[in-house]
């Protein structure tokens, strides 16, 4: 979400190229110009989604190319429904149905991750039961996660707050773009609401609105913890390599100490296709996302390298595969494995029809637990020489760079002001930790020794 609401609040010229950095060298220079046009390619189709919400990605994805990537252009097409092409989305079923992979001739020998692609490029595999979901994608899914009695009291404490919830607006062509659904910034305590408040950067600037969870939240957090920490375990073993973690990925147990609760209010909200930002996550991090209320289609597809095989005749990259979809009724925890971030994007489809839920009516509230990790609190992190603590991205499109992360400038996404388009190599330990780990750590035993006991027992407490 947060590297999706960055992307729409970047520039209101979201036709200009950003600028490569001036002392950066040939090769940073082909890979930072890469990252970002990938970036801006996301970013412009975000934007035509939120202004045509009911025309096929593909669609849009068309007119932008017919349109020479120009948002304004593309934009008029559509509206004026000139496109030859434009198609209304195709009618999804309202979500949660049962339908079985058989269908597709799928061998779910249970011996791994699928290798081959099994969705054909522009089509839609629909996937329902655990073990078709954690075969073919990073994520597993265990559903009716809570007690029902705890689902829906957490859903009832969401559902009183969610009228508060923001949706972005952004600029574009002097008009005032609503992002297509709202959402609310949670951390677990008064205190680190305030550290996020006064010490932390998103989209290069500081946030206002960041609340203390919940109860019903909080008294999830056990049970997310121990969940999501189990299928860690079970994924190393089932499916990774020799059953040993990957590069990058913590060793150590999964914490929930921050959520974002997007809420998406009838069929035609959703979220265009992201990757989670990773600055405050480090490379390889895992999310536990619980859904309450009424039943959407998350969305899932895998990134390309950028080489001839998947270059269109137009010279644009094409994806190879299609997207896969994955069900996610009430009270269902997906979990979003170490692959997930790196290595495929993820969506909220908009619906033609949904199934009302007795006590969320037209609502979905979805709640994404995420692990920040004191090591990559900003007073550590590289700054840009904007004076600003910088962005981690992982590079993915090409093949020399594929998997490499980059601290990037993150002045760019304030709009009136040009970012200084710093970037750096990332480095980071097997372990996913940064070259100044060690001292954060100390920093971390320092302050919890010098912190009075009144003080250490706030988490418990002050929740109202
Ligand atoms: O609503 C969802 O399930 C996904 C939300 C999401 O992608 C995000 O918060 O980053
Ligand atoms: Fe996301």
């Known amino acids: 979400m947060d590297a999706f609401v960055s992307r729409k609040r970047k520039r209101a010229d979201v036709s200009q190229k950003p600028v490569p950095p001036p002392a950066a060298s040939a090769a940073s220079k082909r890979i930072s110009a890469s990252e970002q046009d990938e970036e801006s390619t996301d970013f412009k189709l975000a934007l035509l989604a939120s202004l045509h919400p009911v025309a096929e990605e593909t669609t849009l994805l068309e007119a932008l190319l017919a349109s020479d990537g120009s948002v304004e252009q593309a934009s008029t097409c559509l509206a004026q429904s000139t496109f030859a092409s434009l198609k209304k989305r195709s009618a999804n079923a309202t979500t949660g149905y049962q339908s079985s992979l058989s269908s597709y001739h799928v061998n779910s020998d249970g011996s791994g991750p699928a290798k081959k692609?099994?969705?054909?490029?522009?089509?839609?595999?629909?996937?329902?039961?655990?073990?078709?979901?954690?075969?073919?994608?990073?994520c597993s899914i265990i559903h009716n996660f809570l007690p029902p009695q705890q689902a829906n009291a957490l859903l009832q404490q969401l559902l009183d707050e969610a009228p508060t919830y923001q949706s972005l607006e952004f600029k574009?062509?002097?008009r005032v773009v609503t992002s297509p659904h709202t959402f609310c910034f949670y951390v677990n305590s008064l205190a680190e609401a305030e550290e996020q408040k006064t010490e932390y950067i998103y989209d290069g600037r500081?946030?206002?609105n960041v609340q203390q969870s919940l109860p019903e939240m909080l008294n999830a957090v056990p049970q997310v913890e121990e969940a999501v920490n189990r299928e860690i375990q079970r994924r190393i073993l089932d499916f990774y390599p020799n059953s040993k973690k990957l590069k990058y990925q913590s060793p150590h147990p999964w914490k929930a100490n921050t959520a974002f609760v997007n809420c998406y209010d009838g069929p035609q909200e959703h979220v265009g296709y992201h990757a989670d930002q990773l600055t405050y996550l480090g490379p390889r991090a895992v999310i536990g996302s619980l859904s309450l209320g009424v039943a959407r289609e998350f969305r899932v597809r895998k990134i390309h390298?950028?080489?001839?095989?998947?270059?269109k005749d137009d010279g644009s990259l094409a994806d190879a595969q299609g997207q896969i979809s994955i069900h996610l009724p009430h009270n269902s925890l997906l979990i979003m494995h170490a692959e997930m971030q790196e290595e495929w994007k993820h969506s909220i489809a908009p619906a033609q029809a949904i199934d009302p839920h007795p006590l969320a009516k037209n609502k979905r509230l979805n709640i994404t637990y995420r692990f920040y990790k004191d090591s990559l609190h900003p007073r550590y992190t590289p700054k840009c020489k904007c004076g600003v603590p910088t962005v981690l991205r992982c590079a993915t499109r090409k093949k020399e760079s594929r998997g490499r992360y980059i601290w990037m400038c993150h002045t760019n996404y304030v709009p009136g002001q040009d970012g200084c388009s710093f970037f750096q190599w990332a480095e980071f330990d097997d372990d996913g930790e940064p070259p100044w780990a060690a001292k954060a750590n100390a920093d971390q035993e320092r302050l919890a020794k010098e912190k009075p006991s009144s003080l250490k027992d706030e988490k418990d407490t002050e929740v109202t």
């Not at 522009?122 to 073919?136: A, N, V, Y």
């Not at 390298?305 to 270059?311: G, L, S």
């Open 117 to 138: 692609a099994l969705v054909k490029k522009g089509k839609t595999l629909h996937l329902f039961s655990p073990e078709d979901i954690e075969q073919h994608t990073p």
């Open 172 to 174: 574009l062509f002097n």
């Open 206 to 208: 500081k946030v206002e």
């Open 305 to 311: 390298v950028e080489d001839d095989k998947h270059r």
